[in-house]
């Protein structure tokens, strides 16, 4: 099941302690989703919560929604969507944080949070064409191509995960 919150009285206290746990354990396992602030992994729950209360507060109908993936009642897996801000980009967005829950990961949680996100882009924000960037390496990729998205671009060596381990990141955009 999708669901989305678009604004910060919405997310609960019980559903940031869920996006919190579910960032954590996917950083923690290798994920590409490490916000700016945020310690390099092993992360814990604490470091990540200024985080998600940041995302929670630019929460907005019209600019800035969670996108959550539930099964049997628990979070599957999330994502932000937001409105690009400057007037020549107003009609994009940009997908943020994409992530599955370990727990669920290949069941199509993530295609189905994709899927989810154009239509909701589409049919409910008015835009034309979603973006985001992803970590090369990991196969995010090809996920992301069968999922309809092109890749336009790349920065070489632009994301330092380790000393010595130096990654492109992908630019990936979709027409919607």
């Known amino acids: 099941m999708t669901a989305q919150i678009s604004r910060a009285e ?3 206290a019980a559903v940031r302690r ?3 746990e579910c960032w954590a354990a996917v950083i923690n396992a290798g994920g590409a989703v490490v916000p700016m ?5 092993p992360v814990t729950e604490a470091a990540l919560r200024p985080a998600v209360e940041r995302i929670v507060r630019g929460l907005s109908p019209d600019g800035s929604r969670l996108l959550l993936a539930t099964v049997d009642g628990s979070l599957a897996g999330w994502m932000l969507l937001r409105r690009e801000q400057h007037p020549l980009v ?3 967005g940009m997908v943020n944080h994409v992530q599955t829950h370990l727990r669920f990961r290949g069941l199509g949680v993530g295609a189905a949070q994709l899927r989810h996100a154009g239509g909701v882009a589409r049919d409910e924000m ?5 973006h985001l960037t992803v970590r090369s390496g990991v196969g995010l990729e090809d996920f992301y191509r069968k999922a309809g998205w ?3 671009g790349r920065w070489p060596g632009a994301l330092r995960v380790a000393p010595g381990d130096d990654r492109d990141e992908i630019l990936m955009s979709l027409a919607l």
């Open 126 to 130: 008015g835009l034309e064409r979603l």
């Open 37 to 41: 602030d945020c310690p390099l992994p």
């Open 150 to 152: 092109t890749g336009v």
């Open 18 to 20: 869920e996006l919190t």
């Open 10 to 12: 919405d997310a609960t």
């Open 90 to 92: 107003a009609h994009c």
